[in-house]
């Protein structure tokens, strides 16, 4: 164990410095690179040990307004000094409603790593936007290909009419979940994969009002 650093903020500063988390997963919905919890624990594992730090997650569920969170905090203690203060990070993620072929603790779960994965995010300087750092052996001209627009009539009408229903932030959020910021940015090849994601939504939305409704009765 090379133990060269003396208190956590300068073992945090090397583990910064010298940690390479790769972007080893891959959406196949918007088609680009990104690195889950495990990898960015798997990466640190080496430089934890390297200089003398120990890294402890843990998360709890918590209510704010009405939706319940996933709160984890990533917590970089150091272990040739017990009295000194750890170095913490705080990341948090919502629990969906729904989300199809998942159990309820499904759901917690993938919620609490996708929060594990920002506390982290934090706690080592890790920048998590979708850029083209994993392809940057790729020609020019493919790297502009991903930014571009297609304006299909039909297919936008439709998109606008499901964010009104939905409501916006949650036709955002499926967008974002997805790699997109704007419905324009979906290519033809995708996007009555898009239509049937929304229309799936839009069906549970509808079931839930109807329940609610009976429910008044």
Same mark, same amino acid.
């Given at each position: 164990?090379?133990?060269?650093?003396?208190?956590?903020?300068?073992?945090?500063?090397?583990?910064?410095?010298?940690?390479? $988390?790769?972007?080893?997963?891959?959406?196949?919905?918007?088609?680009?690179?990104?690195?889950?919890?495990?990898?960015?624990?798997?990466?640190? +594992?080496?430089? *934890?040990?390297?200089?003398?730090?120990?890294? +402890?997650?843990?998360?709890?569920?918590?209510?704010?307004?009405?939706?319940?969170?996933?709160? $984890?905090?990533?917590? =970089?203690?150091?272990?040739?000094?017990?009295?000194?203060?750890?170095?913490?990070?705080?990341?948090?993620?919502?629990? *969906?409603?729904?989300?199809?072929?998942?159990?309820?603790?499904? =759901?917690?779960?993938? *919620?609490?790593?996708?929060?594990?994965?920002?506390?982290?995010?934090?706690?080592?300087?890790?920048?998590?936007?979708?850029?083209?750092?994993?392809?940057?052996?790729?020609?020019?001209?493919?790297? $502009?290909?991903?930014? +571009?627009?297609?304006?299909?009539?039909?297919?936008?009408?439709?998109?606008?009419?499901? +964010?009104?229903?939905?409501?916006?932030?949650?036709?955002?959020?499926?967008?974002?979940?997805?790699?997109?910021?704007?419905?324009?940015?979906?290519?033809?090849?995708?996007?009555?994969?898009?239509?049937?994601?929304?229309?799936?939504?839009?069906?549970?939305?509808?079931?839930?009002?109807?329940?609610?409704?009976?429910?008044?009765?």
């Amino acid at each position: 164990m090379e133990n060269k650093k003396e208190n956590i903020y300068e073992k945090l500063l090397a583990i910064q410095c010298e940690l390479k $988390a790769p972007k080893s997963q891959y959406n196949k919905f918007g088609k680009y690179n990104y690195r889950n919890c495990e990898d960015i624990l798997e990466a640190v +594992k080496p430089f *934890c040990l390297k200089y003398g730090a120990v890294l +402890k997650i843990h998360d709890v569920v918590v209510l704010i307004g009405d939706r319940y969170y996933i709160k $984890a905090k990533a917590v =970089l203690r150091n272990i040739d000094s017990k009295e000194e203060l750890p170095v913490e990070s705080v990341g948090y993620a919502r629990e *969906c409603l729904d989300k199809k072929g998942m159990d309820d603790a499904q =759901l917690t779960g993938s *919620c609490s790593s996708y929060a594990r994965k920002y506390a982290l995010n934090g706690l080592f300087c890790i920048d998590d936007t979708k850029d083209a750092d994993h392809d940057s052996n790729a020609k020019p001209e493919k790297l $502009a290909e991903k930014k +571009k627009t297609y304006l299909t009539p039909k297919f936008l009408k439709l998109m606008a009419g499901y +964010k009104v229903e939905i409501g916006e932030e949650d036709y955002y959020k499926i967008l974002k979940t997805h790699g997109y910021d704007h419905a324009n940015e979906i290519a033809p090849a995708n996007q009555e994969g898009a239509l049937k994601v929304f229309a799936k939504k839009l069906e549970k939305i509808v079931e839930k009002r109807e329940h609610e409704e009976v429910s008044e009765k």
